[in-house]
């Protein structure tokens, strides 16, 4: 696999193969033991949009690896030739005649971003690695979201309850979380848990069904919660609810309205202290939070034991740990 653009690209093996990996690399980091150099092929980092999870976790990896990370973006939309108007066609093309580099890490805000990278860079034998596109897909926090999952829980994939839960309609990370899930281990069944008229992606939906995986619909977090093995939390995705609004005003307003609509869609201490012993819900997020001014989980419930994504966001690291690994012994 030259570039990982999509969660349909991983198949149960492949899957199954990068968590056993993810699992030695953790052992690797916890020996504090950095493997040889494997010379001078690296990665570039070339981010269109805030992170703080991924790119850092990529960057990591390619660390403890020992991987060289040859060029890293703190905002490209903001600090490179973007601003002056290049493509990202253009900048791709010009990464690709730099010597070392094996793969791009990108994060743009448009859907097709990862799509035209690819196209550009394959000629070139480099790979282009999906850290968001859009709202179309963020297939690298799939693998770490199900790696996650499988290590909290005695089920089979195929047979976990799972949740999502909030802005459904625009996160890609629900998206690419259901796509991997539905195509390899099919479970009956997922809830979704969100306001009337927020619905999953049609396409989304087609694949669901395509797999035979039912859909749950939940309106109350509270009664998600005592269903789900895991319920996935989100933030209202609010620079997409505003995407292509100028006017500042009209933006601040859209952005409250998103808000406004997923009021009732905030997980509670609450909600957690109300939930039984033999429940067996995790809560999951791939975060960030939004502290702001929404609270999508209240700030004192992070610390419950039901909530894991502290936990997961460590695991990101290893499960890029291992898709670098296995990129880079190719
Ligand atoms: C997510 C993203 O960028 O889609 N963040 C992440 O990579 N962990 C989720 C989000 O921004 O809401």
Redesign the pocket.
């Known amino acids: 696999m030259r570039h990982v653009l999509s969660a349909r690209q991983f198949d149960r093996s492949h899957l199954e193969d990068l968590f056993a990996l993810a699992q030695d690399m953790e052992g690797l980091t916890k020996r504090r033991s950095l493997p040889d150099s494997t010379g001078p092929d690296g990665i570039v980092i070339l981010f269109y949009?805030p992170?703080t999870?991924?790119r850092s976790s990529f960057r990591h990896a390619a660390n403890c690896l020992r991987i060289p990370v040859w060029y890293e973006t703190e905002d490209a939309s903001v600090f490179s030739s973007a601003v002056k108007g290049e493509s990202l066609e253009d900048t791709i093309r010009m990464f690709c005649n730099y010597p070392y580099v094996k793969a791009i890490v990108l994060r743009h805000p448009e859907d097709l971003s990862a799509q035209t990278a690819a196209g550009v860079a394959d000629p070139f034998g480099i790979g282009i690695i999906n850290g968001?596109n859009g709202t179309i897909e963020?297939p690298t926090?799939a693998l770490l979201d199900l790696d996650t999952i499988r290590r909290n829980t005695t089920k089979e994939l195929g047979q976990v309850q799972l949740v999502v839960a909030n802005d459904i309609e625009f996160?890609?990370?629900i998206r690419s979380l259901l796509i991997m899930l539905s195509i390899n281990y099919q479970p009956p069944e997922i809830g979704i848990c969100a306001p009337e008229g927020i619905n999953l992606p049609v396409d989304v939906q087609e694949e669901l069904d395509g797999h035979g995986v039912g859909i749950r619909v939940f309106r109350d977090l509270a009664e998600a919660a005592r269903w789900a093995d895991f319920l996935y939390m989100?933030?209202p995705?609010i620079e997409y609810a505003a995407r292509g609004i100028e006017d500042p005003e009209e933006k601040k307003a859209a952005i409250a309205a998103r808000k406004e609509l997923f009021r009732d869609f905030r997980l509670t201490q609450e909600i957690l202290d109300s939930l039984d012993d033999d429940c067996s819900c995790k809560v999951m997020h791939?975060?960030?939070i939004d502290r702001r001014d929404f609270n999508e989980i209240a700030p004192e419930a992070s610390h419950h034991p039901r909530c894991i994504y502290y936990s997961q966001a460590q695991n990101g690291l290893y499960i890029r740990m291992a898709l670098l690994r296995k990129l880079f012994d190719n």
Request: cysteine-free.
């Open positions: 949009q992170s999870r991924t968001g963020h926090q996160s890609r990370t989100t933030r995705q791939p975060m960030p």
